[in-house]
């Protein structure tokens, strides 16, 4: 509960951000002090550190109080509801009504996963440990539990005490990735007609095929809250293995799942329909909780020099196979280039992908991770969906991971902060601060520190497309456009570059890379693909 006192000028309207003054420092004497932040900023801090307070939340609830008035706030992945203001002097029987209401509530009520969050229990009191233990709740826990029936025969041991990844935010996805140990188990008896999560039957999941694991594998385990209206991972997964079957660009290049369960009962819809909610068309999507259990990979930075190389290109090859079917990933990023045991690269993260013909997505949606995003695409009309993503905004993706790997890391490790500066979530800054880099690069390339020794090499390949990145990959206009453009009919003034033709190119580049007067990258060429 938040509480605020005098505040009288907004105890009997609802909150809004205008509601208070925006935090900001101002002059005592010769010391500046810092404001609080508003109330309905404070708010939607503790908001999201209650999000962020265990393995799986489905949703927060705060109380904000202004003199004698109080709001009800809750926070999901979807975004906030709040309440219209109790007056708790005025209306003390609806007080108390709500109160007696919260004394009732059970821990899922408060916004508590028992079933991905089983220590919860245990913090609360609610279920009994040995006494040895009473201080220290587990750090791990078994998915699935006994009452809860999966479409895979899959057991795994998730540990929670020290996440891989997790992402500190009030909206979106929310993904958070552990380290687990998965094994075979007894296979279930499929059933049809009822809901994955809800714990009463099996279930089998329509086209999506699973990878068994034939001993105990390291697995990660991703606990996050995508869009219902998209296409699952284990959908569009499953959907590459069986288009690129015998095509070991791609089936050697894909990341193995094990398991994918959806709870359709933490759908943040049921909130809003519950309280008939009505929304504009331009609000954000409503989410489902998922979890999705893969074979463990390491990141590519742990290669350098050929290795690295050999790894990266071996994604750019399964993404355009992929392309060239249908599937498009649309978020190239460092993290989603990695490789497997046998230093294969595997292109990971497939849970933004669209299937062509099959997904509500049309290419104009907003997806990418900034530093690594198109010039093109950070751009205010990429954001409000009137610039269709193609096939070489994906491969600029591919591409400002170079630079951003050699100039950084160095033995897997991060050992400067250059390009500090990408990672924002402003596009507009990082489209200055990308494009100074293409400046500088071109005409003051000194200013440009050198590559770390694990890239000392492969730093050049990214010279050989600074120019086709800068020009947005487009050729000198022909007669016809340039007359177009004169007419204003921008349509035919830039032309729609063929897949086929900016593939080719890359390829040309990484040859000219390849017979660089160093030698030192003569061994790109026995990676180009045959007919390039």
């Known amino acids: ?121 245990i913090v609360h009191g609610l279920k009994k440990v040995h006494k040895s233990n009473c201080f220290l709740p587990e750090s791990h826990f078994v998915f699935p ?48 007609g009822i809901p994955q999560g809800s714990g009463k039957g099996p279930v089998a999941v329509d086209d999506i095929s699973f990878a068994t694991p034939d001993k105990d594998q390291e697995v990660v385990v991703k606990i996050y809250w995508p869009e219902e209206s ?19 660009d791609i089936v050697e290049h894909l990341p193995k ?7 359709p009962e933490h759908s943040t819809n049921h909130i809003r329909d519950a309280l008939r909610l009505t929304w504009p068309d331009g609000r954000r999507a409503t989410r489902i ?20 190389m050999k790894a990266y290109l071996d994604c750019v090859r399964c993404h355009f196979a992929l392309w060239t079917l249908g599937i498009q990933h649309s978020d190239l990023s460092l993290s989603n280039v990695m490789i497997n045991d046998q230093n294969r690269g595997i292109l990971n993260d497939w849970d933004l992908a669209t299937i062509e013909g099959i997904s509500k997505h049309d290419g104009c949606d907003r997806t990418g991770t900034v530093p690594f995003m198109a010039l093109e ?28 790997v050699c100039l950084q890391y160095k033995d897997g490790n991060m050992v400067t902060y250059l390009l500090e500066s990408w990672n924002t979530d402003d596009y507009t800054i990082c489209r200055e ?62 032309s729609v570059l063929n897949p086929g033709d900016v593939y080719a190119e890359f390829w040309a580049r990484i040859k000219m890379a390849a017979e660089d007067d160093s030698g030192h990258l003569l061994y790109l060429k026995k990676y180009v693909p045959d007919g390039f």
């Open 1 to 121: 509960m938040h509480n605020t006192r005098g505040i009288s000028a907004l105890a009997n309207q609802p909150l809004s951000a205008s509601s208070a003054p925006i935090a900001q420092e101002v002059e005592v004497g010769m010391e500046p002090v810092e404001r609080p932040e508003p109330p309905i900023v404070q708010c939607g801090l503790y908001g999201v550190e209650m999000l962020s307070r265990g393995p799986c939340v489905n949703h927060a609830i705060n109380v904000l109080v202004i003199d004698d008035v109080m709001w009800i706030w809750w926070y999901d992945r979807q975004g906030a509801i709040q309440t219209q203001g109790i007056n708790f002097v005025q209306d003390l029987p609806r007080f108390l009504i709500l109160l007696f209401a919260f004394q009732r509530f059970k821990l899922e009520d408060w916004g508590f996963n028992t079933i991905l969050d089983p220590q919860s229990e």
């Open 433 to 494: 601060k990308k494009s100074d880099f293409l400046r500088n690069l071109r005409t003051q390339p000194h200013l440009i520190p050198k590559a770390t020794s694990s890239y000392k090499w492969e730093w050049v390949i990214f010279d050989q497309f600074v120019q086709r990145i800068d020009n947005n990959w487009q050729s000198p206009l022909t007669d016809e456009a340039i007359a177009a453009a004169i007419k204003g009919n921008m349509e035919l003034a830039t």
């Open 289 to 308: 909780l998922r979890l999705a259990i893969f074979l463990k990979l390491d990141p590519i930075i742990a290669l350098g020099g050929e290795e690295f």
């Open 230 to 248: 998209r296409l699952s991972e284990g959908r569009i997964i499953s959907e590459a293995y069986k288009r690129g079957e015998g095509n070991l």
């Open 145 to 192: 539990p006994p009452e809860l029936s999966v479409s895979a025969p899959v057991e795994t041991t998730v540990l929670t005490k020290s996440p891989v990844y997790h992402v500190y935010s009030l909206v979106g996805r929310g993904t958070s990735v552990f380290s687990g140990t998965a094994c075979t188990k007894a296979p279930p008896t499929r059933g049809s």
């Open 377 to 404: 695409l950070l751009n205010k009309r990429y954001w409000a969906g009137k610039i269709k993503r193609q096939y070489h905004h994906d491969l600029e993706g591919f591409l400002w991971i170079l630079p951003y």
């Open 257 to 263: 799942m094990y398991l994918e369960h959806d709870f």
